[in-house]
């Protein structure tokens, strides 16, 4: 069982940064692959990011070049460092832990894949 916990959404104005972070329980959470994801007003949860418990990222178009993924096993916390953020971002954001043995670019894109979630952290871009 994990239990995942995301922190460091809020408001902030286009153009702006913010790095959410989810932070893990449990002793085996460098062998799980993290995603996340996010759920704009009114539309369906869609991926952005992964890493693998190696350390290998994938990342939806719309992001590459402004978010980073990361992930520091000693603390069990995966990070998403958002940059020049736009009113299109403004979404609820999730993270999901996946069993590591099923991680690839495409089965990391997918919301069944994922075992583990934790509840969500707001972010809005707006001025």
């Known amino acids: 069982q994990v239990q995942l916990v995301e922190s460091g959404g809020g408001l902030v104005q286009p153009g702006g940064s913010l790095r959410l972070a989810c932070a893990g329980s449990?002793?085996?959470?460098?062998?799980?692959?993290m995603g996340w994801f996010r759920r704009a007003p009114g539309k369906e949860q869609v991926f952005v990011a992964t890493?693998?418990?190696?350390?290998?990222?994938y990342y939806t178009d719309s992001v590459k070049g402004r978010f980073t993924i990361s992930r520091d096993n000693a603390k069990n916390t995966v990070y998403l460092q958002m940059n020049s953020l736009k009113p299109e971002d403004t979404a609820v954001y999730y993270c999901?832990?996946?069993?590591?043995?099923?991680?690839?670019?495409?089965?990391?894109?997918?919301?069944?894949?994922?075992?583990?979630w934790g509840q969500g952290t707001q972010v809005t871009v707006s001025s």
């Open positions: 449990g002793r085996t959470f460098s062998t799980y692959a």
């Open positions: 999901a832990a996946m069993r590591g043995t099923r991680w690839g670019p495409i089965a990391a894109q997918r919301v069944y894949e994922y075992d583990y």
């Open positions: 890493i693998s418990g190696g350390g290998s990222t």
